[in-house]
């Protein structure tokens, strides 16, 4: 007959309980299976940990991309304007241009998939042109780079309507 804490137990069916949990608990403290629990439950808290990390990420940038895409298209257009006088606006446009740059890597950290591509793209074609010798920077070049401003505007515009869009 089982006892348990010193109580008999005359029920067949409560030995088998008891001794089912008895083999069990003999088997979850074994110490290889203590050590598969902690790796697994180390898992567990990384993914936890990296799905908040990203859920953070993509609310600052729902909230911070607005104003961005407003600061490019700002650039943009003032880029446009001094292209009309290149040559005599040679400066302040290296000077939006590099301003640009800023306001691109900025969103590049924040943004995902093909939008990060496009912001890429932009700030290696003003590197190019801020790196490149003086006989390079035309107003062809000045003209594909605001080119690929407005598109980096926009596909952070379509990212931004994409997380605010309910599931």
């Known amino acids: 007959m089982l006892t348990i804490s010193g109580i008999p137990f005359r029920y067949p069916q409560m030995e088998q309980i008891a001794s089912i949990a008895a083999e069990l608990w003999k088997f979850i403290t074994r110490p290889d299976i203590g050590s598969v629990a902690s790796l697994v439950g180390s898992l567990i808290s990384f993914r936890v940990l990296w799905t908040v990390r990203d859920l953070r990420r993509r609310a600052l940038f729902k ?7 407003r600061e490019l298209k700002k650039r943009a257009s003032r880029l446009n304007d001094l292209m009309l006088a290149f040559d005599e606006n ?9 301003l640009t740059r800023e306001t691109l890597k900025d969103l590049f950290d924040k943004s995902s998939g093909q939008t990060k591509t496009t912001i890429k793209d932009a700030i290696s074609k003003i590197k190019q042109f801020r790196d490149g010798p003086a006989s390079g920077k035309s107003r062809d070049t000045a ?25």
Request: proline share 5%; charged share 25%.
């Open 63 to 69: 909230q911070r991309a607005p104003e961005a895409i």
């Open 90 to 98: 040679l400066f302040e446009i290296e000077k939006e241009v590099a």
């Open 143 to 167: 003209r594909e780079i605001y080119l690929q401003i407005l598109v980096s505007a926009q596909s952070v515009e379509y990212l931004v309507a994409d997380l605010t869009q309910e599931p």
